[in-house]
């Protein structure tokens, strides 16, 4: 395609003369031709940020990306290039560039730098990197292959199955009115918002008392409940409800001491069911001590780990405890590799998060138990059995076995994070940053409605979500520390002959624009679909 107009700035091909991924330097929308159709999800997925966080895009998007594209290969013309178009704008670039790079992991079975090379093949400029949802500047960043990694490495050991997956319940129950509540680990591991004493709308944000999870956790076979955070609610709640509850606090915003994380792992690893665990928000210290739990069975770095819990729960794992996260890998895979000695392989599930074949199982009244649900035998165990070994092989020479004693273990400050856990006890902590964020987009859906008390299967009013994925409009309408869409256009002549081959394309020289300033978006939310 000879590119004398100057509007295709990069190019990547990913079926051979049929699915490409351009980049333009174009507001115009490039109409499909008899040889070639257009699409783009720039203005159809949008990431709702907590501060200047700006992806990637959550599991729900994610899923309606890889049924969009496999429709579009099954339904346009075998004749027709497929192109995926997005902007110059370098947040929309990289979480579309995500979403492509993703499918073809998932679907055409190549390698995360296979897909990331395609993506920088030739001239095409590079991507920036996601960053977390602190307040400020960004100090604490993953890259778009790390991510990609998280994909493949959680793809392979069946965390997930795009084709056994309910989008509906992942969309209902992790909008603040319903739970907001995620799973991260099949089976395994929720993660959720810190229930207070009652259940009640307090300046339009609403909150939930232990009993509003009872009828979720009991149908999910969760036995065990983890409090991180001081205590807002009586754990009897849970208690004579027939859960066991545990209390490990430590501070809001910080890390935990190693004595913190070991107790955590102990009991986690002798609960036969699934653990609900929670601090304030849900993100940050929750989403550290998962992490761990995840390196240590399943070998993933830390990198990877936060990729994939992000996708799960986006603002997971804030500033500092990325950092952290990192310095206990080597010691995660060294105890993993020792508990698997003693304990065998770790189980791989046999269904992902919220699918629908172990939906139909719970409906159906079959007991959820580690034993009918896990497959012991699965090929993925001895993957990621080698994986380990590799990885630990590795890292030896710079394990750290034994982390300095922390004075009071149960606070579990590091001396990198005290500047950080300091400022929190004179302000707002992170966690009550994170609520409010939510709380401010609440109000937004639920000013001009009345408002009724909460329930997990009855809620009303509109829910703020944190990373809403929207349905998806007709193709041709196709941004640590804690702190104007132009009607169709007929397709310029450099973009109608895009078929010829991706190799021989000529790309602009020009930079791409300096990042953006976080985006805000306004869009009416859908009507709730009540999963039961």
Same mark, same amino acid.
């Given at each position: ?26 507001? %115009? ?19 709702? =940020? $907590? $501060? %200047?966080?700006? *992806? ?26 497929? @192109? ?9 670039? @990289?979480? %579309? ?20 090379? &395609? ?11 996601? +960053? ?24 392979? +050991?069946?965390? $997930? ?41 307090? &300046? ?94 399943? *070998? ?14 986006? *603002? ?43 939906? &139909? ?22 993957? %990621? ?25 149960? =606070? *579990? ?18 966690? &009550? ?38 349905? $998806? ?36 020289? +020009? ?11 306004? +869009? ?9």
């Amino acid at each position: 395609m000879d590119d004398s107009s100057g509007v295709l700035v990069s190019a990547s091909e990913f079926i051979k003369d049929r699915l490409y991924f351009v980049t333009l330097q174009t507001y %115009a929308k490039p109409r499909s031709t008899e040889n070639t159709h257009y699409f783009s999800i720039d203005e159809e997925l949008v990431y709702e =940020n $907590f $501060f %200047a966080d700006f *992806g990637p895009y959550n599991l729900a998007m994610l899923y309606k990306y890889c049924q969009k594209l496999n429709k579009k290969l099954q339904t346009v013309p075998a004749k027709k290039k497929i @192109v995926h178009y997005t902007s110059t704008d370098p947040q929309k670039r @990289v979480n %579309a560039a995500f979403l492509i790079a993703s499918f073809s992991i998932i679907y055409l079975k190549r390698t995360p730098d296979d897909a990331y090379v &395609d993506l920088l093949r030739g001239s095409n400029p590079p991507f920036i990197s996601f +960053r977390d949802a602190s307040v400020g500047a960004a100090l604490y960043n993953i890259t778009l292959l790390d991510c990609l990694k998280g994909v493949y490495e959680t793809h392979k +050991r069946q965390f $997930f199955n795009l084709d056994d997956f309910d989008v509906k319940e992942y969309e209902h129950y992790e909008r603040v009115k319903n739970g907001d509540l995620n799973w991260i680990v099949p089976l395994k591991f929720i993660a959720f918002c810190g229930p207070h004493a009652k259940s009640k709308i307090e &300046d339009g944000y609403f909150i939930h008392a232990p009993s509003a999870y009872f009828n979720y956790f009991r149908k999910h076979n969760v036995t065990t409940i983890i409090r991180l955070n001081k205590k807002i609610y009586d754990a009897n709640d849970f208690s004579n409800a027939g859960f066991d509850h545990r209390d490990l606090f430590f501070l809001d915003g910080s890390v935990p001491s190693d004595h913190i994380l070991q107790q955590f792992l102990n009991i986690v690893e002798s609960t036969k069911g699934a653990v609900a665990v929670h601090c304030k928000a849900g993100l940050g210290r929750t989403g550290s001590l998962i992490g761990c739990y995840i390196m240590k069975h399943y *070998g993933l770095t830390a990198r990877e780990t936060i990729a994939w819990i992000r996708l799960c729960r986006p *603002g997971s794992i804030i500033g500092h405890q990325q950092q952290w996260l990192e310095e206990k890998q080597a010691k995660m895979w060294a105890q993993g590799e020792l508990y698997r000695r003693e304990h065998g392989p770790t189980p791989t599930p046999m269904f992902g998060v919220y699918s629908l074949k172990m939906k &139909d199982m719970i409906e159906r009244g079959v007991p959820l138990n580690s034993q009918e649900l896990c497959d012991n035998r699965s090929k993925v165990n001895e993957d %990621a059995k080698v994986d380990n070994v590799l990885r630990i092989l590795k890292k030896v020479d710079t394990m750290k076995l034994d982390d300095q004693t922390d004075e009071n273990k149960n =606070n *579990g400050i590091n001396t990198t994070a005290q500047s950080t856990v300091a400022a929190n006890i004179l302000k707002l902590t992170q966690g &009550d940053k994170l609520n409010h964020m939510k709380a401010q987009r609440q109000l937004q859906h639920v000013r001009s409605h009345s408002l009724t008390t909460p329930s997990l299967l009855f809620g009303t009013g509109r829910p703020h979500t944190r990373a809403m994925s929207q349905t $998806f409009r007709n193709d041709s309408s196709q941004s640590s520390s804690q702190l104007a869409a132009v009607s169709p256009i007929k397709a310029p002549k450099s973009l109608s002959t895009i078929g010829s081959s991706c190799g021989g394309l000529k790309r602009t020289t +020009r930079t791409l624009a300096s990042p953006v300033k976080s985006r805000t978006s306004t +869009r009416s939310s859908h009507k709730s679909t009540f999963v039961r």
